[in-house]
């Protein structure tokens, strides 16, 4: 059963950093690809960066560019992803998710900012920043 353990999270002042991370269990980073999502209350729940190991892909949403650095560890299967100059629009619940890429080819990162791509989900945690 793949399970999806995110950590991390928590109160910081604006400008602050937190590093989240993803411990995966019953996959392996060549067949799938990682991303973090987070949804604010009232809000959809939107990608805010995605790595796929497998083909070198990695997806960062407009909004956290410079800020926020996503990497793999394949030797502890775990995802991380740095958060620098933290900002209170970055207030929300942060999840971690894989989706199946086995030998697909694609031809964008469409499918990386697609919640609906990521078949497995782990449970959310809270970042709040504090202005």
């Known amino acids: 059963e793949v399970q999806l353990q995110a950590s991390g999270g928590g109160l910081v002042q604006t400008g602050g950093s937190l590093r989240l991370s993803c411990v995966a269990s019953e996959i392996t980073f060549d067949r799938f690809a990682m991303g973090w999502f987070r949804q604010a209350p009232g809000k959809e729940r939107e990608a805010v960066s995605c790595?796929?190991?497998?083909?070198?892909?990695?997806y960062y949403d407009d909004s956290v560019k410079g800020r926020f650095t996503i990497s793999s560890d394949t030797a502890k299967n775990t995802v991380y992803l740095q958060m620098e100059n933290l900002k209170p629009e970055d207030t929300s619940v942060y999840y971690c998710?894989?989706?199946?890429?086995?030998?697909?080819?694609?031809?964008?990162?469409?499918?990386?900012?697609?919640?609906?791509?990521?078949?497995?989900w782990g449970q959310g945690t809270l970042v709040t920043v504090s202005s």
């Open positions: 790595i796929s190991d497998s083909d070198g892909r990695i």
């Open positions: 998710a894989a989706g199946f890429k086995g030998t697909t080819v694609f031809k964008d990162n469409s499918h990386l900012q697609n919640p609906d791509w990521f078949e497995h």
